[in-house]
């Protein structure tokens, strides 16, 4: 099946640095890539949307300047986690797909990255 | 505001038997549903879907039925096995609108020997 890299897949970070997490599509082209943040015990939280060659859409309640999505091309997209604190220190995976297609699978999920703020 | 339910965090089920997990659903635009096994530290795998067309489909040990007068979707293995350990995902779209998969927080499976 479709493969989603994610890297890395785990990395701490001190307090007010900036983390960049990558998520490629190895052998399909993906217009749109949803980036999700779990935190312990919780569900899925979709934090945005990202189509190729435009704009991420956020989520209400995600900070756009803090998370900085980037979709240049139809295979990576990238999140940077700004200014890092404590607090963002939760489980990112991202996910791949080409818009409206009509597979059982729907999208391909990355192995996710532990961000650990210290 | 929580659009996707799983209202039990865990469960547990005697190996051979059967496991069912229950998943309610709130927005009326949802077409397309899906589970999901997840594992710590890992991403989400896809186990099977169902169209809103459909009320159940099936696919080995696993089957998924769907009610929508209920909003009410259920997924059930038969027979449970210790690899069945896991938490598992409700998730739901609504394919020609923004087509985003929306998870529910997970039931967490555990198979009993």
């Known amino acids: 099946g479709a493969v989603v890299s994610q890297h890395p897949s785990w990395v701490i970070c001190k307090s007010g640095t900036s983390v960049k997490i990558e998520c490629r599509s190895l052998?399909?082209?993906?217009?749109?890539m949803f980036w999700y943040r779990q935190f312990p015990k919780q569900s899925l939280m979709l934090m945005a949307t990202?189509?190729?060659?435009?704009?991420?859409?956020?989520e209400q309640g995600v900070e756009k300047d803090k998370f900085l999505i980037n979709h240049a091309s139809l295979t990576l997209s990238t999140l940077t986690v700004t200014s890092a604190h404590p607090e963002d220190s939760s489980f990112y995976i991202c996910?791949?797909?080409?818009?409206?297609?009509?597979?059982?699978?729907?999208?391909?999920f990355g192995q996710g990255t532990r961000l650990t703020v210290v | 505001d929580q659009q996707v339910k799983q209202n039990s965090p865990s469960l547990s089920v005697q190996e051979g038997r059967i496991s069912i997990l229950n998943c309610d659903y709130t927005?009326?635009?949802?077409?397309?549903f899906l589970w999901y096994k997840k594992y710590p530290a890992e991403g989400p795998t896809f186990l099977i879907s169902?169209?809103?067309?459909?009320d159940k489909n099936e696919d080995g040990r696993f089957t998924v039925f769907l009610n929508k007068s209920a909003k009410h979707l259920s997924l059930h293995i038969v027979p449970s096995q210790p690899g069945d350990s896991a938490v598992y995902f409700c998730?739901?779209?609504?394919?020609?609108?923004?087509?985003?998969?929306?998870f529910g927080k997970g039931t967490r499976l555990h198979i009993l020997p």
């Open positions: 990202s189509n190729e060659g435009s704009k991420a859409t956020y």
């Open positions: 998730a739901a779209s609504a394919r020609f609108r923004d087509d985003k998969i929306i």
């Open positions: 927005n009326s635009m949802f077409d397309y």
């Open positions: 169902i169209s809103s067309i459909k």
């Open positions: 996910s791949a797909r080409v818009r409206f297609q009509l597979t059982p699978q729907k999208a391909f």
């Open positions: 052998d399909f082209q993906a217009t749109t």
